[in-house]
């Protein structure tokens, strides 16, 4: 059984940053390309980063370019996202989300991540 499992959500001011962490298992993690996406109240799930098998290419949604980075540790089953110079409008619930197909062209779209986390809550005040 594929699980994910988010952490390190909070509460911050702006301008502050924050380390989210995904832990999965049940999966051959290292074949898998890795997502984060955010949920705001009232609002569909958006794409904000996603990263490839091997670390590389990354991919960021505009909004979060220059903040946020995502990364992975193969050997732990991990997957980060650093969120630096926050924002009120970067309130939302975070999710981790991962599939064992990598398809550049749609890494942005939910339908393309077949296993999901419940997610973390990141709420910044400003």
């Known amino acids: 059984q594929v699980t994910l499992v988010e952490s390190g959500g909070g509460l911050v001011q702006a301008g502050d940053s924050l380390r989210l962490s995904c832990a999965t298992s049940?999966?051959?993690?290292?074949?898998?390309?890795m997502g984060w996406f955010r949920q705001a109240p009232g609002k569909e799930r958006e794409f904000v980063a996603a990263?490839?098998?091997?670390?590389?290419?990354?991919y960021y949604a505009d909004s979060v370019k220059g903040r946020f980075s995502i990364s992975r540790d193969n050997a732990k089953n991990t997957v980060d996202l650093q969120m630096m110079s926050l924002k009120p409008e970067d309130t939302a619930v975070y999710f981790c989300?991962?599939?064992?197909?990598?398809?550049?062209?749609?890494?942005?779209?939910?339908?393309?991540?077949?296993?999901w986390g419940r997610g973390t809550q990141v709420t910044v005040s400003s």
């Open positions: 989300a991962g599939d064992p197909i990598h398809r550049a062209e749609s890494v942005g779209d939910v339908g393309h991540y077949a296993y």
């Open positions: 049940g999966l051959t993690f290292s074949a898998y390309v």
């Open positions: 990263i490839s098998r091997s670390g590389l290419p990354r």
